[in-house]
């Protein structure tokens, strides 16, 4: 048993006769279900359930962003059989139930992610109270790792929501803010942050929303919590949910969806649907047990094993191996108002990156800016941001014709035509204009950066950042470096690219980098392919069927190809960067 004297990951509260379990794992940015964290809190819970002073008890984060991000991946991995898997998935569900049978009132307060077992410890509590703030969001993103919730999370998702809003959720692994959250009735109330500029907001926020759980928690305690009463609606969606035949044709909806989307290749989908087909016909104590099979199951397969790797490389390409640049970048100038010239603006303006928006004619500049204007007065539309968040956004963009203001800029990025020559001429007229620490990125998809900095007096400031179409919607950004490229331009860029939302890797000036050259192999095989006499919509299924969203065939007819094709395949190549 932990000496409550000696927890390291929780830290134990109290105001009157009420409980504040306040987590704060050691080392760590986030809050994990860890065994280590687990050791401290299944002692402190129990402690806590048979403390006769205490009548209530609230589960918060002492981590600014970060309420609970889910069970420990790592965990997983270092799990020897298919037995002990079911075994953690049949705690993890044994502890949510005891959470959930507690006499006493728990409160979760929740700011940041609350995210896997995160999400399955805040529905297991009996009122959950969220702040409602850009960081704050649920989710049970497992799917996503090739697996499903494994502590209960398929069945309260049920038992709290439709059974098209849960297989949502559940089959997608999106993460749904507060706000939301609060719509669908999995959260109790919405704490609105204190807006105010002082530096430690957030920690101020976790002690609001501490203060307003415990003036909850206490009033529960008075009242006795009343069962919560289902509206109308809910009642007939219910009464709906009874009849087999319309839960079959949801369901049979749901499968042909993960069909269509995953040609049937990730196994954790499948097994979803599976589970709450059981939990659906033969009640939750089948389902739970349904759940810990199919979690077991799952964590064992390839899928699930190379969907962790990715997450955990996705992971290191979100830190900045170059530390911090030597000076905070505050603008930004992007040369070329074109497709991805009016992306790379787009994700640079939500940031707060004041951006000079550059191109040669009014009309060309016009295009790009109503780009942007049009993507975000869709997000008004679509409820992601309010007409105020819009005009500030807007205000950081300044579309221009003329190179006023460069003299400000921290970074240039230039995104004209595919063409050596003029992509040189630009850099050579706009370093008249640009500050002597201002950086210079080309994005291009196969241009030698060395051959765009041949004629620079500060080649060391030149580097090729390569976005990919659409801007605001694909992760990736592929940073070329240069042999002159210095380290300090290297990490100038990859901390604007991160401030950006990019999934960065960084490759050397190699011809096709690392993402073109992918292709161009991939061309030539379909060339060799068709000369065989394979017919491109053939091709097509093929690659579709093996994964690929999109046909080979057919993206060589977008105009990649064209593109691709100016470029040179060399005979071979060291891209990645080490
Ligand atoms: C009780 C037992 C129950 C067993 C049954 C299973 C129950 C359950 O259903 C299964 C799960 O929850 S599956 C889980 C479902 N949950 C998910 O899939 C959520 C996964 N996490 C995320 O999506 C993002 O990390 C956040 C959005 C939470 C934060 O984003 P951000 O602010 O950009 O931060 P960042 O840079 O991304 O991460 C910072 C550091 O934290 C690390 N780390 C984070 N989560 C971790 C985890 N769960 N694990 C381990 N580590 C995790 C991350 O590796 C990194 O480490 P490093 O050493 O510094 O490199
Ligand atoms: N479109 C894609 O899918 C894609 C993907 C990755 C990289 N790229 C690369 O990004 C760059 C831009 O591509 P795009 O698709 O946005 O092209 P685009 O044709 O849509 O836009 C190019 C813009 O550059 C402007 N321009 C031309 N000469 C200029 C000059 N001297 N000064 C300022 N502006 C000038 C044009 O008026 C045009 O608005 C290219 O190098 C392209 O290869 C494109």
Same mark, same amino acid.
């Given at each position: 048993m932990t000496d409550l004297q000696q927890l390291k990951n929780i830290k134990l509260d109290y105001e009157d006769n009420i409980a504040i379990v306040q987590l704060n794992q050691e080392n760590s940015k986030v809050n994990i279900l860890s065994r280590k964290m687990m050791n401290e809190f299944v002692p402190v819970f129990n402690h806590l359930k048979n403390d006769d002073n205490i009548k209530g008890i609230i589960v918060i984060s002492a981590k600014p962003g970060s309420f609970i991000a889910g069970a420990d991946i790592n965990m997983f991995e270092s799990v020897k059989s298919r037995d002990e898997l079911y075994q953690m998935s049949r705690n993890g569900q044994e502890i949510m139930n005891q959470i959930e049978q507690s006499s006493k009132p728990i409160i979760a307060a929740i700011a940041g992610s609350c995210l896997g077992g995160g999400f399955e410890v805040a529905l297991a509590c009996h009122y959950r109270i969220a702040m409602n703030d850009k960081r704050t969001g649920f989710g049970v993103p497992e799917v996503k790792l090739g697996l499903l919730p494994g502590a209960g999370g398929t069945q309260r998702l049920l038992k709290n929501l439709s059974l098209s809003d849960a297989l949502d959720l559940i089959l997608a692994g999106k993460e749904i803010k507060a706000k939301k959250a609060k719509a669908m009735g999995l959260v109790d109330i919405l704490v609105e942050p204190i807006r105010s500029d002082v530096q430690d907001i957030e920690e101020q926020n976790i002690e609001y929303l501490r203060s307003i759980a415990i003036r909850k928690v206490k009033e529960i305690v008075v009242q006795k919590p009343t069962k919560r009463k289902f509206g109308l609606m809910e009642n007939i969606k219910s009464i709906i949910m009874l009849n087999s035949y319309v839960r079959n044709y949801i369901l049979s909806q749901a499968q042909a969806k993960v069909m269509s989307q995953t040609q049937g290749l990730y196994p954790a989908p499948l097994k979803i649907l599976d589970v709450i087909q059981q939990t659906l016909e033969n009640g939750s104590k089948v389902g739970l047990n349904a759940e810990a099979e199919a979690f077991a199951d799952l964590a064992i397969t390839n899928e699930a094993k190379a969907l962790i790797s990715l997450f955990h490389g996705r992971t290191e390409c979100k830190k900045n191996k170059y530390g911090k640049p030597e000076r905070e970048i505050k603008t930004i100038a992007i040369i070329g108002a074109g497709a991805i010239g009016a992306g790379i603006a787009h994700v640079s303006i939500d940031k707060d990156f004041q951006v000079i928006l550059y191109d040669t004619t009014s009309s060309a500049l016009y295009h790009g800016q109503s780009q942007i204007i049009k993507s975000y007065q869709n997000y008004i539309k679509r409820n992601r941001i309010t007409s105020t968040e819009y005009s500030r956004i807007l205000s950081n963009l300044n579309c221009q014709t003329t190179f006023d203001n460069l003299e400000k800029c921290d970074i240039i990025i230039e995104s004209v035509f595919e063409d050596l020559k003029l992509k040189q001429n630009i850099l050579n007229e706009l370093e008249q204009y640009i500050p002597e620490h201002c950086i210079f990125a080309s994005n291009t998809y196969i241009l030698s950066i060395h051959q765009i900095a041949a004629n620079s007096r500060r080649p060391h400031k030149v580097i090729g950042m390569h976005y990919f179409s659409p801007v605001d919607k694909v992760e990736l950004l592929e940073i070329i470096r240069a042999k002159q490229t210095s380290d300090n331009t290297i990490c100038t860029a990859v901390s604007v690219g991160l401030k950006q939302g990019k999934i960065i890797i960084i490759v050397n000036d190699s011809p096709g980098f690392y993402t073109t050259r992918l292709l161009i192999f991939s061309f030539i095989e379909l060339f060799? *392919? #068709?000369?065989? !006499? *394979? *017919?491109?919509?053939?091709?097509?299924?093929?690659?579709?069927? =093996?994964? =690929?969203?999109? !046909? #080979?065939?057919? *993206?060589?007819?977008?105009?990649?190809?064209?593109?691709?094709?100016?470029g040179q395949l060399p005979p071979k190549s060291n891209s990645i960067a080490t």
């Amino acid at each position: 048993m932990t000496d409550l004297q000696q927890l390291k990951n929780i830290k134990l509260d109290y105001e009157d006769n009420i409980a504040i379990v306040q987590l704060n794992q050691e080392n760590s940015k986030v809050n994990i279900l860890s065994r280590k964290m687990m050791n401290e809190f299944v002692p402190v819970f129990n402690h806590l359930k048979n403390d006769d002073n205490i009548k209530g008890i609230i589960v918060i984060s002492a981590k600014p962003g970060s309420f609970i991000a889910g069970a420990d991946i790592n965990m997983f991995e270092s799990v020897k059989s298919r037995d002990e898997l079911y075994q953690m998935s049949r705690n993890g569900q044994e502890i949510m139930n005891q959470i959930e049978q507690s006499s006493k009132p728990i409160i979760a307060a929740i700011a940041g992610s609350c995210l896997g077992g995160g999400f399955e410890v805040a529905l297991a509590c009996h009122y959950r109270i969220a702040m409602n703030d850009k960081r704050t969001g649920f989710g049970v993103p497992e799917v996503k790792l090739g697996l499903l919730p494994g502590a209960g999370g398929t069945q309260r998702l049920l038992k709290n929501l439709s059974l098209s809003d849960a297989l949502d959720l559940i089959l997608a692994g999106k993460e749904i803010k507060a706000k939301k959250a609060k719509a669908m009735g999995l959260v109790d109330i919405l704490v609105e942050p204190i807006r105010s500029d002082v530096q430690d907001i957030e920690e101020q926020n976790i002690e609001y929303l501490r203060s307003i759980a415990i003036r909850k928690v206490k009033e529960i305690v008075v009242q006795k919590p009343t069962k919560r009463k289902f509206g109308l609606m809910e009642n007939i969606k219910s009464i709906i949910m009874l009849n087999s035949y319309v839960r079959n044709y949801i369901l049979s909806q749901a499968q042909a969806k993960v069909m269509s989307q995953t040609q049937g290749l990730y196994p954790a989908p499948l097994k979803i649907l599976d589970v709450i087909q059981q939990t659906l016909e033969n009640g939750s104590k089948v389902g739970l047990n349904a759940e810990a099979e199919a979690f077991a199951d799952l964590a064992i397969t390839n899928e699930a094993k190379a969907l962790i790797s990715l997450f955990h490389g996705r992971t290191e390409c979100k830190k900045n191996k170059y530390g911090k640049p030597e000076r905070e970048i505050k603008t930004i100038a992007i040369i070329g108002a074109g497709a991805i010239g009016a992306g790379i603006a787009h994700v640079s303006i939500d940031k707060d990156f004041q951006v000079i928006l550059y191109d040669t004619t009014s009309s060309a500049l016009y295009h790009g800016q109503s780009q942007i204007i049009k993507s975000y007065q869709n997000y008004i539309k679509r409820n992601r941001i309010t007409s105020t968040e819009y005009s500030r956004i807007l205000s950081n963009l300044n579309c221009q014709t003329t190179f006023d203001n460069l003299e400000k800029c921290d970074i240039i990025i230039e995104s004209v035509f595919e063409d050596l020559k003029l992509k040189q001429n630009i850099l050579n007229e706009l370093e008249q204009y640009i500050p002597e620490h201002c950086i210079f990125a080309s994005n291009t998809y196969i241009l030698s950066i060395h051959q765009i900095a041949a004629n620079s007096r500060r080649p060391h400031k030149v580097i090729g950042m390569h976005y990919f179409s659409p801007v605001d919607k694909v992760e990736l950004l592929e940073i070329i470096r240069a042999k002159q490229t210095s380290d300090n331009t290297i990490c100038t860029a990859v901390s604007v690219g991160l401030k950006q939302g990019k999934i960065i890797i960084i490759v050397n000036d190699s011809p096709g980098f690392y993402t073109t050259r992918l292709l161009i192999f991939s061309f030539i095989e379909l060339f060799y *392919l #068709l000369q065989e !006499g *394979l *017919l491109p919509n053939d091709i097509d299924k093929a690659t579709k069927k =093996f994964g =690929f969203h999109i !046909g #080979l065939a057919i *993206l060589l007819d977008s105009g990649v190809a064209s593109r691709v094709a100016i470029g040179q395949l060399p005979p071979k190549s060291n891209s990645i960067a080490t």
